[in-house]
Each structure stands twice: as C-alpha cells, then as structure tokens.
C-alpha cells in the first residue's frame, strides 16, 4: 500500500458491535483471564501492551517499512531505550550535530553506566569508520541534523557499522517516513519523536522505535518498554494516530513552504547563511536528493550582525513563534545557542525555524519587516 493511505487510513476500523468507523480509545489497564488462567484476547496488563498502542505501533511501523515498533511517552524515552539495550563498557559512535538532548542522555546518564562514546562529523564518512572500536555496538545518526541540517548517507553509514558488527540507528523525527525510509537504505532501527512531525500539532508528547524484523535488538527494546512502562498513553496513542491521518498533506505543504522561505532567505542582503538541503548549494544538496522525496519544513539562517541582530529579528515577526519544538501545523522560530547553553558549537547568530503550513506569502511578508 502507498504511503498517503496508510496514513489517511490510521486508526480507521470498522467496529462490528457499533458499526463505528474509528477505534475506540481503549483506556483499560487490565484486561479479563479465562477460568484457565490464559489471556483469550492477547491482552494483559496496559504497560506492557495497549490495543490503541499497539493501533499506533503497527501504523508506525508499515510507515517506516518496518515489521515492528515500540511506541514510547517521548522521543527521549525512546532513545533513552535504545542505549539501555547496551551493555557497560560498550561503545558508540554519534553523529556530532544531533538532537542536544540525545548527547545528554548519553554524555550526563549513560556515561555513569560505562557507556563509551565518539561524537563524529557523520558527513565525513572517514571519520566514522576510524572512529569503530572493537566494542562499537551501535552507529546513531540524524539527517538532516539539527540545528545545521547537514546530510549523511544512510546507506554507506549503515555499510560502515555493518562491516563492524554494529547497528545503525537513525533519528528520522526532522524527514518523517513520507520523505525519507532509513530502513529501506539499511538503517536496523529508525527513532522518532512523534511529538513533531508524526503528531503534527504541537500537543502530545510521544515517541517510536521501529524494526525491519523482530530482531534481537528490537526484543531488548520491546523488553524495557514493557518492564520500565515509559509508554504513551491510550488517548496519546489516538493523538498520534489522528495527527498521521493528514501527514502526506501536511509535509507537502510545509516542504513547499520551507523551500519558498530558504530561496527568498538565501537571496536577502540581511542573511549570512541558510541551511536548508533543498538550496542546490548546500553541501548536502545531493545526497539528500538521492535519499529524501523532498528536503522537509525545518531551516537555520544565521543573521548578519551576530546573536544580537538575531534576537531582534526573532522579536519583530508575528507569525512566527518564539518557542522550541517543531513539526505543528504552526510557524516556530528559535535561538538555538541560547536553548542548548554553554559548550553548544552552535553559531550564535544562527535562528532555527520550523516552517508552518500557513500561507506562504503571509510568512514571507513577516520575514520581510523583520529582517528590514
Ligand atoms: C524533539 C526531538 C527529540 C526528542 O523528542 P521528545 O519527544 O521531545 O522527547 C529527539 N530527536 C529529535 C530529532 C527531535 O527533534
């Protein structure tokens, strides 16, 4: 089945007691046993499986191409999870330009437990190879990258990891499954925050951990998600699932729009640099062309005249937002240096936007009285 009905088609279901055409929120912790003791439905205990949950994991997981998926209460609790399947003394390399909360989770709490790890440029695929180590058990890897928008090659970055007997795992929350399939291009396990994209309207928190098959590091994750219970809820679940129904529509339009900004931004005399990998001029340009549909909603510009003359231009717009998070129907503007704080590599001047589905010449028109 396409992409676009799939999604249109989530949570769709046609209830033969009712005649409903939509799953029920199922909110029951607990479900019946028979007189034997068996569970004659499949169902135990809400922690460790949710029918509305699992509606979301199966969705979730045929977006992705994959075979499974483990739905989490965040998309940090489910990368948290994917290096809790690790053991001590193991070893990781991670794409240096990831989420900032990823390299806490492993700099300021894995670290205690004996994780190693080697923070790399993953564009520069040489970098990644010397980096593997005897005990390099995973390769973590987000493209594009967050807050520059740089691109790696999923592909030959799963080569590198495969060759050492580690998995590659990729953070597609900024490209969504409509632009980008990670699994396809080799990738073992695809992270999501679907708090962004996947829920498309800023107001649940949620994340995903998806498999090509029910491999043996998927089952270490399906066992912590079980047996730790960082897990959506059911109404969060259908959250999700009704944010998927209008995704394909959604990344168009915020594709289309982003493309349109990154073009005017790239051409404006108040404009330093913009990183966006649709620009035939951004160092990703190709490789993103070859393993993305399209480039995504989300672009950096950094503003002539340094942090001041960048938090002056986040002040003057209207229609966008100053806030963190991205992937809501809503336009959010962000001064990233200030949100990840000391010891950030981030330019100072940069601003990070996630470009809404508005009307593009609205946003274009606040972008221009606030760049003056
Ligand atoms: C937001 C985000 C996360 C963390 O997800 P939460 O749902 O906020 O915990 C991880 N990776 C990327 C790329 C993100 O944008």
């Not at 740089?150 to 969504?176: E, M, Y």
């Not at 959506?232 to 915020?254: C, E, K, N, Q, Y």
Request: charged fraction near 15%; glycine fraction near 8%.
């Amino acid at each position: 089945m396409n992409l676009e009905t799939i999604a249109a088609r989530a949570s769709h279901y046609l209830d033969p007691t009712t005649g409903a055409i939509l799953a029920p929120i199922q909110p029951s912790t607990t479900f019946e046993r028979d007189v034997g003791g068996g569970y004659p439905t499949g169902n135990v205990y809400s922690r460790v499986g949710n029918p509305t949950r699992q509606q979301l994991e199966a969705v979730l997981a045929s977006l992705e191409g994959g075979d499974v998926c483990a739905a989490f209460s965040s998309g940090s609790a489910a990368t948290a999870t994917v290096f809790q399947s690790l053991s001590a003394g193991d070893h990781v390399v991670v794409a240096e330009d990831c989420y900032h909360g990823t390299a806490n989770i492993i700099r300021d709490i894995f670290a205690r437990w004996s994780l190693e790890a080697t923070f790399v440029d993953a564009t520069d695929l040489e970098q990644v190879r010397s980096s593997i180590r005897p005990n390099t058990k995973l390769v973590w890897l987000e493209t594009p990258s967050n807050p520059m928008l740089k691109i790696t090659d999923i592909a030959a970055t799963a080569d590198i990891a495969h060759a050492a007997g580690a998995l590659c795992v990729c953070d597609n929350t900024w490209a969504t499954p409509m632009l980008q399939r990670p699994l396809d291009l080799g990738a073992d396990l695809v992270v999501h925050s679907t708090t962004k994209y996947l829920g498309g309207h800023s107001d649940v928190l949620s994340g995903a951990v998806i498999a090509n098959q029910d491999s043996e590091a998927f089952n270490k994750i399906r066992e912590i998600q079980g047996t730790y219970g960082a897990v959506p809820s059911a109404f969060d679940s259908w959250l999700v699932l009704r944010g998927i129904r209008t995704l394909h529509l959604r990344m168009r339009a915020h594709c289309e729009n982003a493309g349109q900004i990154a073009r005017f931004l790239s051409d404006h005399p108040k404009v330093e640099a913009v990183h966006y990998p649709g620009l035939p001029s951004h160092a990703g340009h190709a490789i993103a062309s070859e393993q993305m549909k399209d480039y995504g909603g989300m672009l950096s510009l950094q503003v002539v005249g340094g942090a001041e003359a960048a938090l002056q231009v986040a002040a003057k717009l209207n229609l966008f937002t100053r806030a963190t998070s991205l992937g809501g129907t809503e336009s959010l503007i962000e001064h990233r240096a200030s949100i990840e704080g000391p010891g950030t590599t981030t330019p100072d001047n940069l601003l990070r936007m996630s470009v809404g589905i508005e009307n593009v010449g609205d946003l274009l028109d606040d972008l221009s009285q606030a760049l003056g």
